[in-house]
């Protein structure tokens, strides 16, 4: 007779009937073996580094391009011939979003499996018009984006990215206070002593959009003759790096945002501080899932057990990683979950694959669909334990979040799952030993949010939120527990084999 055995005969009927009927979810830590501890932190350094290397839409787009061709993925409109199973293809929508696919081995007609995340997050952008100078200071006018608190974005040190297009179309990269050296910009704050008045006001009040101009420069041109020295200087300066005028500003994608680099956090390195886990954690989680399917074994297995066989390379279904941009701003334009991107791509596979080119094939693969909106959680906070139901409220080390229903209020704005598929995705987690839980965005009409689900539910497919459990969301420093990432893309990568 087993210790398990033995344990239970001392347990009375009412702590036996209590194991088996209430929720325990216990801490994933506690539970990961020591051969798995290795696997875990390896994988959050690689993650640590993607955000290093992508803290914009285009960048993310970029870097998820490089690594899909380094598994042997193929530009969809370079294919020729038929597709058969296996084949392995991705598609890169404008520099800012991309949709990679692995073909299966059943009929796209069955449906596919999408695992869709976002990868833009809130940041400040440089208007069209944006370099002024005041008080001989060279200064930067800004327009927020996505949901910020104002206020957390002064005094850090930020970095500029993006991209300007110059005289004959020539893109022009920028990339300036992320490397060692390199100068970085801020937005300033009042200092105490003069901020009495300004401390009165509400949070929401003190410090509006349009308070939130970056500092960019304080040496004046040396001429006596021209007015707005310093402004002149700046503007030479660029001239001389990047060959620009300041109407080249206009129709920019220019973006400010945090200096700092991926970190560990606490004593036990077990959690990752940087900007933009909301939602290039899941959208990382995602791309190396359908990495690993492309290539069994690339990624060093843990407890999800060990690398597949080269068969495994070919999927029963086909499957899809779906990253969007905009989704901080409702998903619109066409880099968006709003857009028919997704759609587009399916419908050429379809066609490429030789199921037909109809409306109604695709339609009928879409119907068939399941997908997972990857995105992140608020995790509960004991610093603020009155906005949370501790009873659905996501926890850090406790696994992948399930968000059954999305939305505020009275789930106004967004996305509710059926309960079918619900139980699904329970019993793929939990056939897998994944560890998984529920996650409500607060109380009830405490606030709440959206996702890119609603988009693709409108379509016909099966769609359920799930995540990652994130500490000051939307801050320019944002925390998640790397066990979470690591269950996160296990999770993906189970249903994207078996969904």
């Not at 969809?76 to 299966?104: C, F, Q």
């Not at 996501?394 to 996305?415: D, I, M, N, W």
């Not at 939307?474 to 084999?497: G, M, N, Q």
Request: glycine share 10%; charged share 30%; hydrophobic share 35%.
């Amino acid at each position: 007779m087993g210790g398990d055995d033995r344990q239970n005969e001392t347990k009375s009927e009412g702590e036996l009937l209590r194991e088996k009927l209430f929720v325990n979810k216990k801490n994933s830590w506690e539970e990961a073996e020591p051969e798995e501890l290795e696997g875990i932190h390896r994988f959050a350094e690689d993650y640590k580094d993607f955000l290093n290397r992508g803290k914009t839409e285009r960048e993310c787009t970029s870097r998820a391009e490089e690594l899909l061709r380094a598994r042997g993925f193929s530009d969809i409109d370079t294919l020729k011939g038929p597709l058969s199973p296996g084949a392995k293809l991705y598609r890169n929508n404008r520099g800012k979003s991309l949709v990679a696919a692995v073909i299966g081995r059943a009929p796209l007609s069955g449906g596919v499996n999408i695992v869709g995340a976002h990868i833009d997050s809130p940041r400040i952008d440089l208007k069209d018009n944006p370099l002024y100078e005041e008080g001989e200071f060279a200064l930067l006018d800004t327009h927020y984006y996505g949901g910020i608190k104002n206020y957390q974005w002064t005094t850090i040190p930020l970095a500029l990215h993006g991209v300007l297009i110059g005289p004959e179309g020539k893109v022009i990269e920028i990339r300036v206070g992320e490397e060692e050296g390199d100068p970085v910009f801020t937005v300033t704050d009042l200092l105490p002593h003069l901020a009495r008045e300004q401390m009165q006001k509400k949070v929401s009040e003190f410090l509006t959009g349009e308070d939130l101009d970056i500092l960019a420069g304080s040496r004046p041109f040396r001429d006596s003759k021209v007015k707005e020295k310093v402004k002149l200087n700046l503007l030479n300066l660029l001239y001389e790096r990047y060959g620009i005028v300041e109407q080249d500003f206009a129709g920019g994608e220019l973006e400010f945002v945090p200096a700092h680099k991926a970190r560990d956090v606490g004593f036990d390195r077990s959690m990752i501080g940087a900007y933009g886990h909301d939602d290039r954690s899941c959208a990382w989680a995602a791309l190396q899932a359908i990495l690993e399917i492309a290539l069994p074994g690339a990624i060093p297995p843990g407890s999800a057990g060990k690398a597949p066989s080269d068969g495994a390379a070919v999927p029963e279904k086909t499957v899809i990683c779906f990253l969007s941009d905009k989704e901080e701003i409702g998903s619109a334009g066409n880099t968006g979950a709003q857009s028919r991107m997704l759609e587009n791509c399916i419908a050429q596979i379809c066609e490429s694959a030789g199921e037909g080119a109809s409306e109604l094939a695709l339609r009928r693969v879409l119907d068939r669909s399941a997908m997972l909106s990857a995105d992140v959680n608020s995790a509960y906070d004991p610093n603020y334990d009155s906005v949370y139901d501790k009873k659905n409220a996501s926890f850090f080390g406790k696994g992948l979040v399930l968000s059954k229903a999305t939305g505020s209020g009275g789930k106004f704005g967004g996305s509710e799952a059926n309960a079918e598929f619900y139980r699904k995705l329970r019993d793929i987690l939990d056939r897998n030993r994944i560890p998984w839980q529920y996650g409500d965005l607060g109380k009830v009409d405490k606030g709440g949010g959206g996702t890119i689900a609603k988009y693709p539910a409108n379509l016909g497919i099966e769609v359920l939120d799930c995540g990652i459990p994130v500490l000051s969301m939307h801050s320019p420093f944002e925390v998640i527990s790397k066990i979470d990432l690591y269950s996160t893309w296990r999770a993906y990568l189970a249903f994207l084999r078996e969904a």
